[in-house]
């Protein structure tokens, strides 16, 4: 059902994202390459010193590869849903106006497709709008809470939950990975604000020029084998690319000082 989300779901009229909380990321030294002049590699204190964490909630659109961050001290209801409500309305508001319900029935089909095959699907409010979204997030108790979930329905946007030890199936793991390389990598933070500030600048960074994403399962892969159409895999979940990402890596092998 996920993956007809992530193939499907555009040609549907409907817009797809994922949610997830990445961390916490503590600030600490991050393994990784760094910029150092020659003969003076990075040092790093040798002691462990407790410097706090933090949360990253992230909300992704594959389709084009916008992403939508803020860090967070704890990832707590109280702080998550208040944020989900606030982006979810602007990503709505962006999206074309739906046209007035002229036949309930076939909006209520349309809703209950997206719960096909479940074994305990959720209750579906008596009055539904036209649907607009689909969001792709973990089986979190959170995320369930009934006031929450009326509050998706009431909007428009349909939970899709992933099973347990299904997390790959959400594709925002791989961007959260794409951007902690990116902010931490050879990194020493010295505080859960500054984690938060590079993260942030990284995605703005990353939404200056996106790189959408494609869904590539198992099942994917298996119809596509005779395909020539080259993807390149992400960490963290199922998703691909059609080009490349840069990765930075050492051209030479990191040599012995001899004192």
């Given at each position: 059902?996920?993956?007809?989300?992530?193939?499907?779901?555009?040609?549907?009229?409907?817009?797809?994202?994922?949610?997830?909380?990445?961390?916490?990321?503590?600030?600490?030294?991050?393994p990784?390459?760094?910029?150092?002049?020659?003969?003076?590699?990075?040092?790093?204190?040798?002691?462990?010193?407790?410097?706090?964490?933090?949360?990253?909630?992230?909300?992704?659109?594959?389709a084009s590869g916008q992403v939508r961050l803020q860090s967070a001290e704890r990832c707590t209801n109280a702080v998550l849903h208040p944020w989900l409500r606030e982006h979810l309305s602007a990503v709505l508001a962006e999206?074309?106006?739906?046209?007035?319900?002229?036949?309930?029935?076939?909006?209520?089909?349309?809703?209950?497709?997206?719960?096909?095959?479940?074994?305990?699907?959720?209750t579906l409010p008596e009055k539904l709008p036209p649907l607009r979204l689909l969001l792709v997030w973990d089986n979190?108790?959170?995320?369930?809470?009934?006031?929450?979930?009326?509050?998706?329905?009431?909007?428009?946007?349909?939970?899709?939950?992933?099973?347990?030890?299904?997390s790959w199936l959400n594709m925002a793991e791989s961007i959260q990975r794409v951007l902690k390389r990116r902010a931490l990598a050879g990194q020493h933070p010295h505080s859960p604000v500054e984690i938060g500030s590079w993260f942030e600048q990284t995605a703005r960074?990353?939404?200056?020029?996106?790189?959408?994403?494609?869904?590539?399962?198992k099942r994917r892969q298996r119809r596509r084998r005779a395909s020539q159409d080259p993807l390149h895999r992400l960490g963290g979940s199922g998703a691909c690319t059609r080009q490349p990402l840069p990765q930075h890596r050492a051209k030479e092998p990191a040599k012995c000082q001899v004192l």
């Amino acid at each position: 059902m996920i993956e007809q989300a992530y193939t499907s779901g555009t040609q549907l009229g409907l817009s797809v994202w994922c949610e997830d909380e990445a961390g916490p990321f503590q600030a600490v030294p991050h393994p990784g390459v760094s910029w150092q002049p020659r003969r003076h590699p990075a040092i790093q204190p040798h002691e462990y010193v407790r410097g706090g964490t933090t949360k990253i909630l992230t909300l992704f659109h594959p389709a084009s590869g916008q992403v939508r961050l803020q860090s967070a001290e704890r990832c707590t209801n109280a702080v998550l849903h208040p944020w989900l409500r606030e982006h979810l309305s602007a990503v709505l508001a962006e999206l074309p106006a739906p046209a007035p319900v002229q036949d309930p029935a076939a909006t209520r089909t349309a809703w209950g497709m997206w719960q096909a095959g479940l074994t305990l699907p959720f209750t579906l409010p008596e009055k539904l709008p036209p649907l607009r979204l689909l969001l792709v997030w973990d089986n979190l108790t959170g995320h369930k809470t009934p006031e929450l979930v009326l509050w998706l329905c009431a909007h428009g946007i349909m939970p899709l939950y992933t099973p347990v030890g299904g997390s790959w199936l959400n594709m925002a793991e791989s961007i959260q990975r794409v951007l902690k390389r990116r902010a931490l990598a050879g990194q020493h933070p010295h505080s859960p604000v500054e984690i938060g500030s590079w993260f942030e600048q990284t995605a703005r960074g990353w939404n200056a020029q996106p790189t959408p994403f494609v869904w590539n399962g198992k099942r994917r892969q298996r119809r596509r084998r005779a395909s020539q159409d080259p993807l390149h895999r992400l960490g963290g979940s199922g998703a691909c690319t059609r080009q490349p990402l840069p990765q930075h890596r050492a051209k030479e092998p990191a040599k012995c000082q001899v004192l």
